[in-house]
């Protein structure tokens, strides 16, 4: 009888492959990360530096440990921070579109680093206060993050049209961006070149110290972000949907906010507000994963999004010039192509992520 | 009745529903309703756009709340149950569509399972086993690997209904489940919400405007009129004439000969109808639906003979002193429908 038969529906040999492939596609690209740059230092080097950092050239050793290897772990984490964020918002609003910074996100965060850059950090500027202002900067775009979120989130439980809510993101965004520039108006110059370079997006500018705050909240982000995969897939359906199986809207909300904030808050505090990460590569990992399941996609969208950046950060110090392009600039040019395309295969926009 | 008490399984005791609104107190409210259900039956509820339906349902599932009265649910009030309790005694199906991309059928399925897996949604044995039955019970094997935007709206609906088996709850709760269906979607689906009473066991309540498949597949029917609902087997209401009230002000009636609702007619003229049997009876379904009243007789001004004339059949129309011969009942009808009225 049919009936007898077993279903097969379990492709997850398949998925497990690709994630490792997608691996050591990252781990290739950390490596080339770590020989490229403007001190030439031969291939074979890197590695000798990294095993046996007594035997070589100090200078080496200095640009490798203190520079080179900081700036592509932030890259990695930040990149994959920013999918994972943007892959939760894109669930929770049911938007193919949402990202921490089409809908403003990105900007909340930004305008709590502008008010600690721009309005308070001369109380914090000495040396030993750089660990607490790490802290009062990163708390300041979770803050800020938070705000535009439930900013949004209200708005679209009244608005349900998906183009409504993204003008809205825009508008909020704008609003932020106002509230800079009248900030910017009455800081000092030093302070204002800071706060503009911070905005061109940046991943070799993190204090040690940065780099560990980064990385305990990323980390916490996450694992947050773990808690509520269960939640997100239910989600999928839709609220009515998702609350009679069981679903309490109300903590899952808040723990998916909890965790969205922590993740795009930390890295527009320390690199930027860099965009189209959060809404290009949830999409890639669907393409590549053909598959619906956050437990699948939220790996995915880890490994993906830290290949993203890899590759941004590699554009941006391509030879032949010395300095680095702003990341932002090459993120964009890597990202809008897949949002266009988004966009044209769904040209109903009312469909779900 | 003391047998039926023991299988009440939901009992609604003075129930209000309806929408708070902010500025406007009590914007919409329907109630008090006192009903129970009981285990095993297979509702539907009907009545009119607007009326509250949907309400009634969202609040029995607790997708909403009640105004006023409360929801026993096994005897317990049903506020004394968590969300995830509740989602192991109700399940629910709308008419919403589920548009997920790269979501197959056996995962949108597998997710009926949320109330028991653990923190992560990890499917154990047990719970491969209930959602390959629940596959099995609404007959989508076949579309198991699907995606679920390439289905169509029947098989969609299917799908949620499968997904609501998974769930494994003795109540299941839909919301229209047959809108948006051709008429042979409509059947199965009808055709497997009568067996998931029937045979499994299955408490359904559904609301729906397709009056006649409810007058021939529910047990019971709630009609919620404006002054409260009348509840009964369908054969109890029509016996009570409930039905007349449904559709106060609107053109139905519900036609005894075919069991069925039609449309009202308005009666214009009498006709004289005579031929064999066979014949006859098409042609008085035809005469009929323009309006006429059709009678055995030959006293009527106008007459119509069905007789048969060589290889096929011919109708004669008499009208006064005129006679005229017709090759179908379509030219019969355009005629009386043009010059006879």
Redesign the interface.
């Given at each position: 009888m049919?009936?007898m038969k077993?279903?097969?529906?379990d492709t997850g040999i398949h998925k497990s492959f690709l994630i490792f492939l997608l691996l050591a596609v990252a781990f290739f690209l950390f490596a080339l990360d770590l020989i490229t740059g403007p001190v030439k230092i031969p291939f074979k080097q890197v590695f000798v530096t990294l095993f046996y950092p007594g035997s070589v050239d100090p200078i080496w050793k200095q640009v490798l440990f203190d520079f080179r290897i900081p700036k592509a772990l932030t890259a990695m984490i930040a990149g994959s921070a920013l999918a994972v964020s943007g892959l939760q918002m894109q669930t929770i609003f049911r938007n193919p579109l949402a990202g921490p910074d089409v809908l403003g996100i990105s900007s909340g965060a930004g305008l709590g680093v502008a008010l600690v850059v721009l309005g308070f950090d001369r109380f914090f500027s000495g040396g030993e206060m750089l660990y607490i202002s790490g802290w009062i900067q990163i708390v300041a775009a979770w803050t800020g993050s938070a705000v535009v979120l439930l900013l949004v989130m209200a708005v679209s439980l009244r608005v349900r049209d998906i183009m409504t809510i993204l003008i809205l993101g825009i508008l909020f965004g704008s609003a932020v961006s106002a509230v800079v520039s009248i900030l910017q108006y009455f800081s000092e110059q030093t302070m204002l070149k800071t706060y503009v370079i911070w905005t061109m997006g940046n991943f070799g500018s993190l204090t040690g110290m940065q780099l560990n705050v980064l990385l305990i909240s990323i980390a916490a982000g996450f694992a947050v972000s773990v808690?509520s995969?269960?939640r997100m897939?239910?989600l999928?359906?839709?609220e009515?949907?998702a609350?009679?199986?069981?679903?309490?809207l109300k903590s899952s909300r808040i723990l998916i906010f909890l965790s969205t904030s922590i993740l795009t808050g930390s890295v527009t505090a320390f690199c930027g507000p860099i965009g189209f990460v959060g809404i290009a590569i949830p999409h890639l990992a669907?393409l590549l994963?053909?598959?619906?399941?956050h437990?699948v996609l939220f790996p995915g969208c880890i490994i993906l999004g830290a290949i993203m950046l890899l590759i941004s950060d590699l554009i941006s110090q391509m030879p032949p010039q010395d300095t680095h392009l702003p990341v932002n600039a090459v993120t964009a040019l890597l990202g809008i192509p897949i949002v266009i395309w988004i966009i044209v295969k769904n040209q109903r926009l009312v469909?779900?992520? | 009745m003391d047998h039926q008490k023991q299988n009440i399984i939901i009992d609604l005791k003075d129930l209000m529903i309806g929408y708070r609104t902010r500025g406007v107190q009590n914007a919409f409210t329907y109630g008090p309703i006192n009903l129970s259900i009981h285990s095993g039956d297979l509702i539907a509820l009907i009545g009119r756009n607007g009326i509250g339906k949907s309400s009634l349902l969202r609040t029995i599932?607790r997708?909403q709340n009640p105004v006023g009265g409360n929801i026993l649910l096994l005897g317990k009030d049903d506020f004394s149950y968590n969300?995830?309790?509740?989602?192991?005694i109700?399940?629910?199906v709308?008419t919403?569509i589920?548009?997920?991309?790269?979501?197959?059928v056996?995962?949108?399925v597998s997710?009926?399972r949320?109330?028991y897996?653990n923190?992560?949604?990890k499917l154990e044995h047990f719970d491969h086993s209930s959602i390959?039955s629940a596959?099995?019970m609404a007959q989508i094997?076949h579309l198991?690997?699907k995606f679920i935007y390439q289905l169509s709206d029947g098989e969609r609906q299917k799908v949620m209904i499968a997904r609501a088996l998974a769930?494994d709850t003795p109540v299941i709760i839909m919301d229209e489940p047959t809108a948006f269906l051709d008429l042979p979607s409509r059947y199965e689906i009808l055709r497997l919400m009568n067996e998931l009473s029937g045979q499994a066991g299955k408490t359904i309540l559904f609301s729906t405007h397709d009056l006649d498949i409810a007058m021939h597949e529910a047990d019971i029917i709630w009609l919620m009129l404006n002054e409260g609902i009348a509840e009964g087997a369908p054969e109890d209401l029509l016996f009570r004439q409930q039905f007349h009230k449904l559709f106060l002000n609107s053109p139905l009636e519900y036609d005894q000969q075919s069991d069925g609702f039609r449309l009202k007619k308005e009666i214009h003229k009498t006709i004289g109808l005579q031929g064999p049997e066979e014949y006859v009876f098409y042609t008085e379904k035809a005469l009929k639906r323009i309006g006429f009243q059709v009678n055995g007789t030959n006293e009527d001004m106008i007459r119509v003979e069905v007789v048969s004339e060589g290889s096929g059949i011919i109708w004669i129309l008499e009208a006064g002193i005129e006679t005229r011969k017709f090759k179908s009942i379509y030219e019969l009808t355009y005629y009386l429908k043009y010059n006879c009225k």
């Amino acid at each position: 009888m049919d009936s007898m038969k077993p279903i097969h529906h379990d492709t997850g040999i398949h998925k497990s492959f690709l994630i490792f492939l997608l691996l050591a596609v990252a781990f290739f690209l950390f490596a080339l990360d770590l020989i490229t740059g403007p001190v030439k230092i031969p291939f074979k080097q890197v590695f000798v530096t990294l095993f046996y950092p007594g035997s070589v050239d100090p200078i080496w050793k200095q640009v490798l440990f203190d520079f080179r290897i900081p700036k592509a772990l932030t890259a990695m984490i930040a990149g994959s921070a920013l999918a994972v964020s943007g892959l939760q918002m894109q669930t929770i609003f049911r938007n193919p579109l949402a990202g921490p910074d089409v809908l403003g996100i990105s900007s909340g965060a930004g305008l709590g680093v502008a008010l600690v850059v721009l309005g308070f950090d001369r109380f914090f500027s000495g040396g030993e206060m750089l660990y607490i202002s790490g802290w009062i900067q990163i708390v300041a775009a979770w803050t800020g993050s938070a705000v535009v979120l439930l900013l949004v989130m209200a708005v679209s439980l009244r608005v349900r049209d998906i183009m409504t809510i993204l003008i809205l993101g825009i508008l909020f965004g704008s609003a932020v961006s106002a509230v800079v520039s009248i900030l910017q108006y009455f800081s000092e110059q030093t302070m204002l070149k800071t706060y503009v370079i911070w905005t061109m997006g940046n991943f070799g500018s993190l204090t040690g110290m940065q780099l560990n705050v980064l990385l305990i909240s990323i980390a916490a982000g996450f694992a947050v972000s773990v808690l509520s995969l269960k939640r997100m897939n239910v989600l999928l359906t839709g609220e009515t949907y998702a609350r009679s199986v069981g679903l309490n809207l109300k903590s899952s909300r808040i723990l998916i906010f909890l965790s969205t904030s922590i993740l795009t808050g930390s890295v527009t505090a320390f690199c930027g507000p860099i965009g189209f990460v959060g809404i290009a590569i949830p999409h890639l990992a669907r393409l590549l994963f053909r598959s619906a399941d956050h437990k699948v996609l939220f790996p995915g969208c880890i490994i993906l999004g830290a290949i993203m950046l890899l590759i941004s950060d590699l554009i941006s110090q391509m030879p032949p010039q010395d300095t680095h392009l702003p990341v932002n600039a090459v993120t964009a040019l890597l990202g809008i192509p897949i949002v266009i395309w988004i966009i044209v295969k769904n040209q109903r926009l009312v469909s779900v992520s | 009745m003391d047998h039926q008490k023991q299988n009440i399984i939901i009992d609604l005791k003075d129930l209000m529903i309806g929408y708070r609104t902010r500025g406007v107190q009590n914007a919409f409210t329907y109630g008090p309703i006192n009903l129970s259900i009981h285990s095993g039956d297979l509702i539907a509820l009907i009545g009119r756009n607007g009326i509250g339906k949907s309400s009634l349902l969202r609040t029995i599932t607790r997708l909403q709340n009640p105004v006023g009265g409360n929801i026993l649910l096994l005897g317990k009030d049903d506020f004394s149950y968590n969300r995830a309790e509740l989602a192991k005694i109700i399940s629910f199906v709308s008419t919403e569509i589920v548009g997920v991309q790269n979501l197959q059928v056996y995962e949108m399925v597998s997710l009926g399972r949320s109330p028991y897996t653990n923190w992560l949604g990890k499917l154990e044995h047990f719970d491969h086993s209930s959602i390959q039955s629940a596959i099995d019970m609404a007959q989508i094997r076949h579309l198991t690997a699907k995606f679920i935007y390439q289905l169509s709206d029947g098989e969609r609906q299917k799908v949620m209904i499968a997904r609501a088996l998974a769930q494994d709850t003795p109540v299941i709760i839909m919301d229209e489940p047959t809108a948006f269906l051709d008429l042979p979607s409509r059947y199965e689906i009808l055709r497997l919400m009568n067996e998931l009473s029937g045979q499994a066991g299955k408490t359904i309540l559904f609301s729906t405007h397709d009056l006649d498949i409810a007058m021939h597949e529910a047990d019971i029917i709630w009609l919620m009129l404006n002054e409260g609902i009348a509840e009964g087997a369908p054969e109890d209401l029509l016996f009570r004439q409930q039905f007349h009230k449904l559709f106060l002000n609107s053109p139905l009636e519900y036609d005894q000969q075919s069991d069925g609702f039609r449309l009202k007619k308005e009666i214009h003229k009498t006709i004289g109808l005579q031929g064999p049997e066979e014949y006859v009876f098409y042609t008085e379904k035809a005469l009929k639906r323009i309006g006429f009243q059709v009678n055995g007789t030959n006293e009527d001004m106008i007459r119509v003979e069905v007789v048969s004339e060589g290889s096929g059949i011919i109708w004669i129309l008499e009208a006064g002193i005129e006679t005229r011969k017709f090759k179908s009942i379509y030219e019969l009808t355009y005629y009386l429908k043009y010059n006879c009225k």
